[in-house]
């Protein structure tokens, strides 16, 4: 099994910034893609941007250009730094991480953090 643990999320004023972090431990043996999704209330979980172990990386389009995801494959961390916040990103933030182990994928999910962004 592998856990995540996310930190970072928190209240914040429209334009400001906050920076995720969730870290992986436990059985680990070669995580290949992790993530940031979210889930606003009423709404489906989405994607927001995810990374693999190379760094490719890819972005929800209402995200693009404010957002950067990034990884630190020594530490199995990976960081959302949001920048100008708007309201409508307030949602909480899980993270993901796919793992494959003799062929089988497994996916895992962190507890969630929440961000919410005034107006």
């Known amino acids: 099994q592998v856990q995540l643990v996310e930190s970072g999320g928190g209240l914040v004023q429209a334009g400001g910034s906050l920076r995720l972090s969730c870290a992986a431990s436990g059985s680990i043996f070669s995580i290949n893609v992790m993530g940031w999704y979210r889930q606003a209330p009423g709404k489906q979980r989405e994607l927001v941007a995810g990374i693999t172990s190379g760094g490719s990386t890819n972005y929800a389009d209402s995200v693009k250009g404010r957002f950067t995801i990034s990884r630190d494959n020594a530490k199995n961390t990976v960081y959302l730094q949001m920048n100008s916040l708007k309201p409508e990103d307030t949602a909480v933030y899980y993270c993901?991480?796919?793992?494959?182990?003799?062929?089988?994928?497994?996916?895992?999910w962190g507890q969630g953090t929440q961000v919410t962004v005034s107006s």
């Open positions: 993901n991480a796919d793992q494959v182990v003799a062929g089988v994928m497994d996916g895992y």
